[in-house]
C-alpha cells in the first residue's frame, strides 16, 4: 500500500468544513478559567471527534494549586480533558495534541471575530488553537479513509489548560505519550510557515515571605519587613541570569497602609532554561537565595511552583521527524524551516517524556495572544495535507 497522491488527498481534505469548525468553536469563549465555556468546548469537540473510530472520553483534570495574594494555597479548578483513543492494539502509534482553553478570560473585551481581507480571518483563539483543532480532525478523517489507515493507531489529547502551565493534565499528557513512535501537536506556525524547533523550557515560582508587623513610626526595629525581603530575593534571584538562562522576577505582592511594616509579601518570578544543567544551575540559585534571605532578613520563606516544562532539544529522533514533515511539505510544494524559540507549549512535556514531537503543526497565523491574533485561511488546507501526508508515511514505514 503507497500513500495517496497529493491531489486526490487535497481534494478530500478542502471538502471538509475547517473555517466552520474554527469559527464555531472561536465563537465559544474558552478562557482556562471559564469552566462553563470550557464545557461548551469540549462538548463541541467531542460531538465532531466522535465521526473517528475509536473511543472517546472526557478525562477529570488532575488536582492543581495557586497561591493566592494573601498567601495561602488554594485548590485551582479546570475543564475536563478530550481523548480519543483509535486502534490502541496497532503497532504503530502515534499522539496528537492540542488544548481547547484560550488567553481570553469571559470578561475580555476580544469577543468578535472579522476578515481582514478574503484570507485574514481576526478573532479570538481562531489561530491558537481552534484552527489548530479543526484541521487535525480534517487531516485524521482523511488519514481514516486511506488503505493505510489500520497500520496506525494514535491518541489525541486536547486539555483545558494549556494556556497556563497544564499543571492538570501533565500526567495524562505523560501518561499517554509512554510507547508512541511520533508526536504532533497542533500550536500555530508562523505567518511565513516557520516551525518550532528547539524550545527552552520554563519554571514559574511564587515565593511566600512571611514578616513580621509593626508600627513604622514608634517601633519600625521590631518588624521585619517582607516587602524589603522578597526584594532582596528579587534582586538576588535576578543575579542568577546567564547565557541559557533567563529570569524575571514579575510581581512582588502585599503591603498594606504605609504606617505598618508590612508582614506577608508573595514574589512570582519565571525562570527560562535552554538546558537540563541550566535548571540545576536555576534550582541551585532558588535555594541560595532563600537560605540567605531568611537569614539576613530573619523572615520565613515558602517556595511553591516547579519547572514545568522542561526544555525541548532537537534530538536524533526529533530531527528525523523534521525532516519526515520537510519531506511531506516537499510533495505539497512546500519549503517547510524551523527556528528554535524561546516559548512552551505541551511539546516540551512530550518530549520529556522521550517521543520526538513536532509541536507547530496548527494553521498558518500570528499575533496570538493579542487582540490582533489572525488566522491565514488558506492555510487550513495547506496545513491538514501537511499533517495527514506526516502520518500516512509513518504508517507506511511502520515508524520513523
Not at 493534565?169 to 509512554?178: G, N
Not at 520563606?301 to 516547579?306: F, N
Request: glycine residues 10%.
Amino acid at each position: 500500500m503507497k500513500v495517496p497522491a497529493v491531489s486526490a488527498l487535497l481534494d478530500r481534505i478542502a471538502a471538509e468544513p475547517m473555517l466552520d469548525h474554527t469559527r464555531a468553536w472561536a465563537a465559544i469563549n474558552s478562557g482556562t478559567r471559564n469552566l462553563d465555556g470550557l464545557r461548551m468546548m469540549a462538548g463541541a469537540l467531542a460531538d465532531a471527534f466522535s465521526v473517528l473510530p475509536g473511543e472517546l472520553s472526557l478525562i477529570d483534570p488532575a488536582p492543581a494549586e495557586s497561591v493566592s495574594t494573601d498567601g495561602t494555597v488554594s485548590a485551582i479548578e479546570h475543564g475536563r480533558h478530550l481523548v480519543l483513543r483509535v486502534r490502541p492494539d496497532a503497532a504503530t502509534r502515534m499522539l496528537f495534541t492540542g488544548h481547547m482553553d484560550t488567553v481570553y478570560p469571559i470578561d475580555h473585551a476580544f469577543q468578535d471575530q472579522r476578515f481582514l481581507d478574503d484570507n485574514t480571518l481576526n478573532g479570538p483563539g481562531v489561530a491558537d488553537m481552534k484552527g489548530g483543532l479543526a484541521l487535525l480532525l480534517a487531516a485524521l478523517k482523511a488519514v481514516e479513509t486511506s488503505p493505510l489507515a489500520g497500520r496506525i493507531g494514535y491518541d489525541v489529547m486536547i486539555n483545558s489548560d494549556e494556556e497556563t502551565g497544564s499543571f492538570s493534565s501533565a500526567a495524562l499528557i505523560a501518561d499517554l505519550a509512554r510507547g508512541k513512535v511520533a508526536a504532533l501537536t497542533y500550536e500555530p506556525a508562523l505567518a511565513d510557515g516557520t516551525l518550532a524547533g528547539a524550545r527552552g523550557g520554563t519554571g514559574n515560582f511564587s515565593i511566600v515571605v512571611h514578616g513580621k508587623s509593626a508600627h513604622a513610626g514608634r517601633n519600625p526595629d521590631d518588624g521585619r519587613n517582607a516587602i524589603v525581603a522578597a526584594s532582596d530575593l528579587a534582586v538576588r534571584l535576578f543575579s542568577a541570569k546567564q547565557e541559557g538562562l533567563a529570569v524575571n522576577p514579575a510581581r512582588i505582592e502585599g503591603g498594606g497602609p504605609n504606617n505598618v511594616v508590612p508582614d506577608l509579601a508573595i514574589l512570582r518570578v519565571n525562570f527560562r532554561p535552554a538546558s537540563p544543567e541550566a535548571i540545576d544551575t536555576a534550582q541551585a540559585a532558588i535555594d541560595w537565595a532563600i537560605a540567605e534571605v531568611a537569614a539576613d532578613r530573619n523572615v520565613q520563606i515558602d517556595l511553591h511552583g516547579s519547572f514545568n516544562r522542561p526544555p525541548k532539544p532537537i534530538d536524533d529522533g526529533a530531527a528525523t521527524l523534521f525532516a519526515l514533515v520537510k519531506d511531506s511539505g516537499a510533495d505539497l510544494g512546500l519549503d517547510i524551516g524551523w527556528k528554535a524559540t524561546g516559548g512552551v507549549c505541551d511539546g516540551n512535556n512530550i518530549a520529556a517524556a522521550g517521543v520526538p514531537v513536532v509541536d507547530t503543526m496548527g494553521a498558518r497565523g500570528g499575533a496570538i495572544h493579542s487582540t490582533d491574533e489572525f488566522l491565514l485561511v488558506d492555510s487550513l488546507v495547506e496545513r491538514a495535507a501537511l499533517s495527514a501526508l506526516t502520518v500516512l508515511k509513518i504508517a507506511e514505514k511502520g515508524g520513523l
